[in-house]
């Protein structure tokens, strides 16, 4: 484990717990107590978080983030997911990605296509985003066109929204828009938990010739708040094999493809 891992992991066990011990830590990392001091000093100088006796408490920091708080959830059929999400993309297209961990893995799929990292003399690929964890690890790929939305930094999920997000998507179309959701249901739709995500993830897939919900079973039949797009928007679903039957069939009765994997 590297030290960028190794910090993302003790955030995640404060964020779970409120509080990490250093012995506690260097255990679990197999690294030793002064490693994880240092750790915490440099994180507590980025104010992630406060040094105390023995470790560290959380600070005034969301860290339900995008790959760290429940990283590992479901993270086999997310990979599995984002494998199947990148065979869709062809060289030369124009693809969106909201916020999300799904979503996340799927930029990485595709990102780390050998065919899409070549540099020639026109971009592989162009990318649209209002995920700022996205637009971080996509702007070193030279061979990626990036168009990253302005906008208000939501810090639960690292997504861009508001008026400023808005005014970039009104001004582009998109081959493909990969969406994650919080919950999709076959009559109901895609959903987010809060409205102003589900505002511009529903302008994102408008924006789009074809709708890619990607998502782990669980989110399956689930409620969320604010509506993203109705079921009749949603050209594809691809989720995991775990997904109850009846469901995929009740996707399937509302024109929806269903790619399990």
């Given at each position: 484990?590297?030290r960028?891992?190794?910090?993302?992991?003790l955030l995640?066990?404060?964020?779970?717990?409120?509080r990490?011990?250093v012995?506690?830590?260097?255990?679990?990392?197999?690294?030793?107590?002064?490693?994880i001091?240092r750790d915490?000093?440099?994180?507590?100088?980025?104010q992630l978080?406060?040094?105390?006796r023995?470790g560290?408490?959380?600070?005034?920091?969301a860290?339900?983030?995008?790959?760290?708080?429940?990283?590992?959830?479901?993270?086999v059929?997310?990979r599995?997911i984002a494998?199947?999400?990148?065979?869709?993309?062809?060289?030369?297209?124009v693809?969106?990605?909201?916020g999300?961990?799904?979503t996340?893995?799927?930029?990485?799929?595709?990102?780390s296509?050998?065919?899409?990292n070549d540099?020639?003399?026109?971009?592989?690929l162009?990318?649209v985003?209002?995920?700022?964890n996205?637009?971080?690890?996509?702007?070193?790929?030279?061979?990626?066109?990036?168009?990253?939305?302005?906008?208000?930094?939501?810090?639960?999920?690292?997504e861009?929204?508001?008026?400023?997000?808005?005014?970039?998507?009104?001004?582009?179309s998109l081959?493909?828009a990969f969406?994650g959701?919080?919950a999709?249901d076959?009559l109901?739709?895609?959903?987010?938990?809060?409205?102003s995500?589900?505002?511009i993830?529903?302008?994102?897939?408008?924006?789009?010739?074809?709708?890619?919900v990607?998502?782990d079973?669980?989110k399956?039949?689930a409620y969320a708040?604010?509506?993203?797009c109705?079921?009749?928007d949603?050209?594809?679903?691809?989720t995991?094999?775990a997904?109850e039957?009846?469901?995929v069939?009740?996707?399937?009765?509302?024109?929806?493809?269903v790619?399990?994997?």
């Amino acid at each position: 484990m590297d030290r960028h891992e190794r910090l993302n992991t003790l955030l995640e066990m404060i964020g779970e717990q409120g509080r990490v011990e250093v012995d506690q830590a260097a255990a679990k990392l197999n690294v030793s107590p002064a490693t994880i001091r240092r750790d915490l000093d440099h994180l507590a100088g980025r104010q992630l978080l406060t040094r105390a006796r023995g470790g560290a408490v959380a600070g005034n920091v969301a860290y339900n983030l995008p790959g760290r708080n429940h990283a590992d959830r479901h993270a086999v059929e997310k990979r599995r997911i984002a494998e199947a999400a990148a065979r869709l993309v062809n060289r030369g297209m124009v693809i969106g990605f909201n916020g999300g961990t799904t979503t996340t893995e799927v930029s990485r799929a595709i990102a780390s296509r050998p065919d899409f990292n070549d540099r020639g003399s026109s971009p592989a690929l162009t990318v649209v985003t209002n995920a700022v964890n996205i637009a971080h690890e996509l702007t070193v790929r030279q061979s990626i066109r990036l168009v990253s939305t302005g906008g208000v930094a939501r810090p639960q999920s690292f997504e861009l929204t508001g008026h400023l997000a808005g005014m970039v998507l009104e001004e582009v179309s998109l081959d493909l828009a990969f969406i994650g959701v919080d919950a999709v249901d076959p009559l109901r739709g895609a959903y987010a938990h809060h409205e102003s995500e589900a505002a511009i993830n529903k302008l994102l897939a408008h924006r789009a010739k074809k709708v890619v919900v990607v998502t782990d079973s669980s989110k399956l039949g689930a409620y969320a708040f604010a509506r993203i797009c109705p079921t009749l928007d949603i050209d594809l679903l691809i989720t995991d094999s775990a997904a109850e039957p009846s469901l995929v069939s009740a996707f399937e009765l509302e024109g929806v493809r269903v790619t399990l994997v």
